[in-house]
């Protein structure tokens, strides 16, 4: 039979495949897909189902869902189902306080490792790219201060733009002018209206998969800061728990902690104090 493409736009995602997917991606991932999502996902989804030749979401779950398609397919279904939306210097309080506030509190000691920060759900690199601008400024006034950033998403997607660290030039906008003269650089085409990270500052992350749901985190470092911010939100109070529990082991005793500014902690008696605006240092119980 000759696949019709028009078939797939046409395809309904009915309430049995909503459940099958929304119930897989709450208890694997952490993401609440309430009933008002459908439609939003199947807009999402349709996609998937012309590119693999599926007229109906029967066979797209009954494939994604096979032990074949939870490798080639799943991947992609949960880059297509996850909300990515980022900017440069997003809630800008956050990257003056670790600047102004973490940094100079970080050398004040002597240190034989570079401040070592991950931004969790760090999706296409904005986030931690802003935390290595404000970093890198401390680098060029003091060079006894380093570090590195790691940055994790479960997006493959989001995670290969990151690394390319190719950003549309619009984007760039709310970067101060002497922040983008020092970190960006314009393509030489001058049609394309991009820019890219300069290698210096590339040089200084690393990314990965890495699933904030995991029982266990198989990451084998502990962190002095750590971003996790606009991810908590889509979780519920139990999954945000565990999260919580599992970034602070990962977390120096001391370190910080920065979340979403639409995200709490009231009510979860975590061991950590309320120094800023959803920013956050981890304490030492006795
Ligand atoms: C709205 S973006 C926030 C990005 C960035 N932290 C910020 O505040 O601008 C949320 C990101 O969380 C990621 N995400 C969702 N569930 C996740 C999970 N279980 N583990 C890791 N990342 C997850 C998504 O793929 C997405 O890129």
């Given at each position: ?21 929304s ?11 309430p009933?008002?999502?459908r439609?939003?996902?199947q807009?999402?989804?349709i996609?998937?189902?012309i ?6 979401f ?6 994604v869902?096979?032990?074949?398609g939870?490798?080639?397919?799943l ?15 997003r ?17 004040s000691?002597?240190k ?19 935390i ?17 950033i790691?940055?994790?998403d ?16 619009k984007s760039?906008?709310?970067i ?7 970190y ?6 001058s049609?394309k209206?991009?820019v890219r990270?300069k ?19 198989e ?14 939100i889509y ?14 082991k990962?977390?120096?005793?001391y370190?910080?902690?920065f979340?979403?500014?639409s995200e ?9 104090e309320n120094v ?8 030492i119980r006795?």
């Amino acid at each position: 039979m000759i696949f019709n493409p028009l078939l797939a736009y046409k395809a309904v995602l009915e309430q049995k495949e909503f459940k099958l997917i929304s119930q897989y991606i709450n208890q694997n991932y952490g993401i609440k897909l309430p009933d008002h999502k459908r439609i939003m996902l199947q807009g999402r989804l349709i996609n998937r189902l012309i590119k693999l030749n599926f007229t109906s979401f029967k066979e797209y779950t009954n494939y994604v869902f096979s032990e074949q398609g939870k490798l080639t397919e799943l991947p992609n279904m949960i880059d297509f189902i996850s909300t990515n939306k980022t900017d440069f210097f997003r809630e800008a309080v956050h990257f003056k306080f670790l600047k102004d506030i973490i940094i100079p509190e970080f050398m004040s000691t002597p240190k034989s490792q570079p401040m070592r920060i991950w931004s969790a759900a760090c999706s296409s690199g904005e986030e931690p790219y802003s935390i290595a601008m404000a970093a890198n400024d401390v680098i060029n006034t003091n060079s006894r201060f380093d570090f590195t950033i790691f940055g994790t998403d479960i997006s493959n997607r989001m995670l290969e733009k990151a690394q390319k660290a190719i950003y549309p030039l619009k984007s760039t906008i709310i970067i101060p002018l002497e922040t983008k003269k020092k970190y960006l650089l314009k393509s030489k085409d001058s049609g394309k209206n991009e820019v890219r990270i300069k290698k210096e500052l590339r040089d200084k992350l690393s990314f990965m998969w890495h699933n904030l749901m995991d029982k266990e985190y198989e990451i084998n470092q502990e962190f002095d800061v750590i971003f996790c911010r606009n991810v908590l939100i889509y979780f519920s109070k139990e999954d945000q728990m565990q999260v919580l529990q599992n970034l602070i082991k990962k977390l120096k005793p001391y370190g910080y902690l920065f979340l979403g500014h639409s995200e709490s902690i009231t009510n979860m008696n975590l061991p950590l104090e309320n120094v800023s605006q959803t920013v956050f240092k981890k304490i030492i119980r006795s």
